[in-house]
């Protein structure tokens, strides 16, 4: 079984079930970095009642065992949401298996599920799953991605010197983790430059340049005040390109002044 063949399965079952409006595929399936290892992403629309998302939420586990037995699972919540995260062995998915993401939700909350992420819908009984999806933005509002520049902003110097002592403490531990948390930052503020968003580390080379790949490439095999400073000015430079965008010339201006008294 391949992940097309699971899920058609899977929308097979949902179609039997009259509680459900719709459901509709996010993630890397339906954008540009789709390849043989991405994962399935399925969003469940019920009908606009507690009972109907009862019924459904109910079968997440038929949902899955539809695809085969999962090797290990997880579930979790938030607002109205409630999801089911399955793996599956290499045995049923070679070469690495497959991750199976099932999130559920009342129709009028379906916003609340993948937010501001491309979609593609796979069922949908009376055309309402697509009327709601078409109110959804595909983007993140520029304010909210202002506000999280200039969050990062604040943060970065705290990593900076946090990591600076853990190098005169010989805590290589302590200095990787803390240079994991500047490039996060490196990497968001280098998608965001092209429109994009990323967390953490996930697809982020592509969104930089050869030399800014070798700095961050660098930055893994060696952990010195070097290589400290080197992120910083790597960041600032990120930051500063963002300045025709978003309001943040004074904050992009204070933290460098800050950086070069600490480093």
Not at 247 to 260: A, K, S, T
Request: glycine content about 4%; charged content about 25%; proline content about 2%.
């Amino acid at each position: 079984m391949n992940w097309q063949e699971a899920l058609t399965a899977i929308i097979i079952r949902l179609e039997t079930i009259s509680s459900v409006e719709g459901a509709f595929l996010s993630g890397s399936l339906v954008n540009e970095h789709l390849d043989d290892f991405s994962d399935i992403d399925l969003g469940i629309a019920t009908k606009n009642s507690a009972r109907a998302f009862d019924e459904t939420f109910v079968l997440r586990h038929e949902l899955v065992a539809v695809v085969g037995q999962p090797i290990h699972y997880l579930e979790r919540g938030w607002e109205h949401c409630k999801m089911i995260a399955a793996l599956f062995g290499k045995s049923q998915f070679p070469p690495i298996g497959l991750e199976i993401d099932i999130i559920f939700s009342q129709l009028q909350y379906i916003s609340e599920q993948m937010p501001y992420s491309e979609n593609k819908i796979v069922l949908d009984r009376k055309a309402k799953l697509q009327s709601a999806l078409a109110k959804m933005s595909q983007s993140k509002p520029s304010q909210e991605v202002e506000d999280e520049i200039k969050q990062h902003l604040k943060w970065f110097p705290f990593y900076a010197h946090d990591a600076l002592k853990a190098c005169k403490r010989s805590d290589g531990f302590q200095v990787q983790s803390l240079l994991e948390e500047m490039r996060r930052v490196v990497f968001f503020a280098a998608a965001t430059r092209q429109g994009k968003q990323v967390y953490g580390s996930k697809r982020a080379y592509r969104y930089l340049t050869t030399a800014e790949r070798q700095v961050l490439e660098q930055s893994y095999h060696r952990a010195d005040e070097s290589m400290i400073s080197q992120l910083a000015q790597l960041y600032i430079g990120c930051v500063t390109g963002l300045q025709s965008n978003y309001r943040i010339g004074d904050n992009v201006e204070n933290v460098r002044i800050v950086l070069q008294e600490l480093l």
